[in-house]
C-alpha cells in the first residue's frame, strides 16, 4: 500500500520537486542551509541587531574583555568586536557571493561556446583554461591585488576572474555531449539561432552543474577574501571583514592575551565555509541522475 503510494506520487512530480523532497531529508543539509540563512539574515540587518558604530574608536576601551556591554570585547582601537564581525558578515559574504557571480558568468559562456562550436574556439578557449590552471590561485591573487591596490571590489575582480575554468571545463564536457541529442537536433532543423539554442535548449540542462559549481565557489569566495584580507591585500580597514580582523590580530600579544580578537572571526570563517560545503555537496547528490538513493 506505502509503496503504491508513493510510486503514484513519484509519477506525479517534476524532476526538480523530486530532487528537493530528496535535498530535504538530508538533516546536515537543512542544518547547513539554516545556517546560511542566518548568515544571510546578520548581513541583512547588521544595523538593527547592534547598536555600537562598528568604525568609531574609543581608545579608553582598548582590549575590553568579553561582558555584557561588549559582548565579545574591543579589539585595539576600542571597537565592539561583535558589531565589527557582524557588519563582517556583509562584505566576506558579499565578496563570495559577486566572486561567484563572475566566474559562473565567464566560465558558462566560454564553456558553452567551446562546447558548441568545438574547432578553433575549443582550441583557444582550452587553451586558456590550461594557462590560467597553471597559476596558484593565491599566488596570482596576490601579484593581481598588489597591481590593482587592496579594496572589496579588488578581491572580488580577482576571485572571479581566476575561478571560472573548472566550471568552463564541465560545461564544456556537458554541452559536448547534450548538442548531440535528439531535441538538440530537432531545434536545429527548425532553423533557431545559436544564441536560442544555447540559451533555451543546451544550458537549461546543465543547470544542477551550474548551481552545485556556483554554492561551492561561494565557499571558496569567502577564503579568498579572509587569505587576501589577511595579507592586508583585500577589504581595507576600518571597514570590516572577517580576514582583516584576523589580520589585526596576529601580534603574539593578541594570540596570548585577547583571543577574543582572533577566535570569533575564525569561527565564523569556519561554520561559513563548512556550511555551504556541506550544503553544496548535499545538492550535488541530490542533482546527479545516477545517485539512485
Known sequence: MNTSTSLKVAKGQSPWSIALAKLFKNKMAIVALVVIIILIGLALFAPLITKFDPDKIDLTNRHQPPGSVNLLGTDDYGRDVFTRLIFGTRASLLVGFVSTSISVTIGVLLGALSGYYGGWIDVIV?????????????????????????????????????SWPSLARMVRAEVLTLKKREFVEAARALGLNVPSMIFTHVLPNVFSVIIVYATLGIAGGILGEAGLSYLGLGVKQPQPSWGNMLSSAQSM???????????????MIFVTTLSINIFGDALRDTLDPKQKK
Open 126 to 162: 582550452m587553451r586558456l583554461v590550461d594557462i590560467f590552471m597553471c597559476f596558484p590561485f593565491f599566488l596570482m591573487a596576490i601579484v593581481l591585488a598588489a597591481i590593482l591596490g587592496p579594496s572589496i571590489y579588488t578581491v572580488m575582480i580577482v576571485s572571479g576572474v581566476l
Open 253 to 267: 600579544a593578541a594570540l596570548m592575551f585577547y583571543p577574543w580578537l582572533w577566535i570569533p572571526p575564525g569561527i
